[in-house]
Structure formats: C-alpha cells, structure tokens
C-alpha cells in the first residue's frame, strides 16, 4: 500500500484496529471512540499515553518502534473501569 501511495501519488485509506501498525504505515491517523472524532494528525502527535487510556481504557507507555521509528504502544496496566 505504502510502495502504490508513493508511486501512483494515490490516497489509500484503511481501517485498522491494531493502532502499532497503523502508527507504522499511516501518515495521518484518526482516532475514534463510540463513533466519535477524538484526534487526528500524525502518528507521533495522535499517539500518547492518554489517547490509548482515553480511548481503549487501557494504561500504556509510548515509545519508538526501533526498525521504524514510529510511536509503538507498550501496554502496562489492566482495563480501566468505566
């Protein structure tokens, strides 16, 4: 998808529900939570600490995927009660 996008200078959109590889591959990211627009913009400022726990409920540490350097989430903690 990456190798068409920089090719074809074609716009590929995907939905994808594991947030490290869409961190990876994306360069714009949305994030939703119960069908609502929580963030968008680049991987590195859409994913943060809080993001992951506002959204997924979950406590997590960000830090940089060492092949890609992109954010890459480490969860730490158990599911939040909401």
Known sequence: MVELNRTHGSTTV??????????????????????????????????TEGLIEEVFGIRSMVVDDPLYHTPAIVPTGKLLEK
Request: aromatic share 6%.
């Open 14 to 47: 995907m939905v994808l529900r594991d947030i490290n590889m869409a961190a990876r591959y994306a360069d714009h990211l949305f994030a939703m939570k119960k069908g609502v627009l929580v963030a968008q913009e680049s991987p590195r400022e859409v994913i």
